[in-house]
């Protein structure tokens, strides 16, 4: 159990967002060191509201603004901070003032948020300074794109530019939100964009990076680096690409040169607090390809967390402590965490033969390793936790309220 500080009752946090493992362990950072946590979620089911460091649990009103309710919350709690984890929360709470009655928003506010989100503006701060970036098109009206498709090199990867900006359209035209597609050939890629032709808007089509996710997160004030951490992801859900449902932490003298550049690029943009720089990295070539910018609290924070690097309690206590607060420096030790139920499905699309690139031995391999990794005493989890458990029944009791609600 980490200790607490010295300084006396610590004032009240709001989280928003804790139905996930993000919130959750943002909860648990605060929760462990005495701060009284007031977590926000959506759901009866949140998983934040089950943790033994919630103190009191507010379901958001549905629909409504978080300025339609945020200021109450913090007058009956006498909140001191506010720490939110999604993109869209994040953006809400980025119009409101950096202080509402003495209480800190603790999120990045809206120019450099906005930066971080816009993959083209991110791109060219990168290759500002030396950091190389997928050689990218951004398809518009009027362009051949029959002409263009044959001139390209592939496999490519087509995701949105800024993906909450087109959320709102995509939604009108009944169009599925697709993190990463990927395209083989011509073909391939010209029937992905037919998809979005009633919008008259596309995503950007990136050349693919081989290698693995690298990620490297660092919280800066005023320039000046005070905590960093990294990890590689091992698994990801789905296999193609997406979520990180099983990662390792990196030892610190691995890719030293590398998270300099992840601090100059930070600094260069001007950012404030915590962040995650994330990559491809190919170890045949040692080249790296920034991905993007996370400007929030990333999915593989509970990793950090079990390894010491405490990026939620950093930005509480740097706001509210100020110069009373001293870093803790994260132990290191190889730790993997694994985010189960996206990890299950994982395995079982791998098996039932949804990912053609593992052949049989490899789907033995994979059920292998599954196994093999639950009995590991040592394995991590995003939500299990034995001095916090009951989280992880309030996600199996939500999971199989919601699969009743669908067979209803």
């Given amino acids: 159990m980490p200790s607490r500080p010295n300084s006396g009752i610590l004032p009240p946090a709001i989280v928003v967002g804790v139905d996930t493992p993000i919130g959750l362990t943002v909860i648990r950072e605060l929760g462990e060191r005495g701060v009284p946590v007031i977590g926000v979620g959506s759901s009866d089911h949140s998983i934040g509201a089950a943790s033994r460091y919630t103190a009191v649990f507010f379901k958001r009103p549905k629909d409504a603004p978080i300025s339609h309710w945020l200021a109450g919350l ?25 202080v509402i009655a003495g209480c800190r928003i603790v999120t990045p506010r809206q120019p450099l948020l906005d930066l971080v989100l816009d993959k083209s503006r991110t791109s060219a701060a990168a290759r500002a300074i030396g950091i190389d970036v997928p050689e990218s098109w951004q398809p518009v009206s009027g362009e051949d794109f029959d002409a263009i498709a044959g ?40 029937a992905i964009l037919s998809k979005y032709q009633a919008l008259q808007s596309w995503p950007l089509v990136q050349s693919y990076c081989p290698g693995v996710g690298l990620g490297q997160m660092l919280f800066l004030k005023g320039g000046d680096i005070m905590l960093r951490f990294q990890h590689r992801r091992l698994h990801e859900w789905p296999v193609s690409g997406g979520v990180s449902t099983l990662c390792q932490n990196e030892p610190p003298h691995l890719h030293q040169a590398q998270m300099e550049k992840s601090a100059a690029l ?41 390894c010491g690097a405490y990026f939620a309690w950093e930005s509480y206590a740097r706001a509210i402590l100020g110069a009373e607060h001293r870093a803790a420096s994260p132990h290191f030790r190889p730790v993997k965490t694994c985010y189960l139920i996206p990890e299950t499905r994982r395995l079982a699309a791998i098996l039932i033969g949804r990912a053609p690139q593992y052949g ?45 609600r669908r067979g209803s």
């Fill in 74 to 98: 913090i007058a009956q709690h006498n909140a001191k901070a506010v720490l939110a984890v999604s993109e869209n929360d994040l953006l809400e709470l980025a119009q409101l003032p950096e």
């Fill in 151 to 190: 001139r390209l090199c592939y496999p490519l990867a087509i995701k949105w530019n800024d993906p909450m900006a087109m959320m709102p359209a995509l939604h009108k035209h009944s169009i599925a939100f697709e993190k990463i597609e990927y395209a083989h050939d011509a073909a391939e890629l010209l």
């Fill in 266 to 306: 930070l600094r260069h943009i001007g950012w404030q607090g915590a962040a995650m720089v994330e990559y491809r990295f190919d170890a045949a070539t040692g080249r790296y390809w920034l991905m993007e910018i996370n400007g929030r609290f990333w999915g593989s924070l509970p990793l950090a967390y079990y």
């Fill in 360 to 404: 049989w031995g490899g789907r033995i391999k994979a059920l292998a390793g599954f196994l093999r990794d639950r009995l590991n005493p040592r394995m991590r989890y995003y939500v299990f936790s034995w001095r916090d458990p009951k989280p992880f029944f309030a996600d199996m009791i939500g999971i199989i309220a919601r699969l009743m």
